[in-house]
């Protein structure tokens, strides 16, 4: 399971959010991008003591500051069903390098002379 699918598959699903600061944030999550970049509404802000409480509409958390992330269960469930359904496609050809050639001919240094 890859965290961006399971993030993907959490959208509208509430999330608990904990920053590298200790603050955390308790929302819905609205959307996530591939840096982990999370959009959350109806969120409540949790201060690193506990003591303080914020309740904000929305707020975008860049995903460098993120600690973890706790989803339901439900959503685990759901991204472990998905999972075998995805492994009915054909596997990626390629891989690193290759170029046009697959790496056969030619090549860095013998300017295409075959030396």
Known sequence: MLPLSLLRT??????????????TYNGHLVNCD???NIHLREVI????????????????????TLKYIRVPEEVIDKVKE????????????GGRGGGRFGGREGGRGDGGRGG
């Open 10 to 23: 959490a959208q509208a699903h509430p999330v608990l959010v904990e920053l590298k600061s200790g603050e």
């Open 82 to 93: 998905e999972a075998p359904k995805r492994g009915d496609r054909a596997p990626m050809r």
């Open 34 to 36: 591939s840096w982990m």
């Open 45 to 64: 802000c949790t201060s690193k003591d506990g003591d303080r409480f914020w309740r904000m509409p929305e707020i975008y958390i860049r995903g460098n």
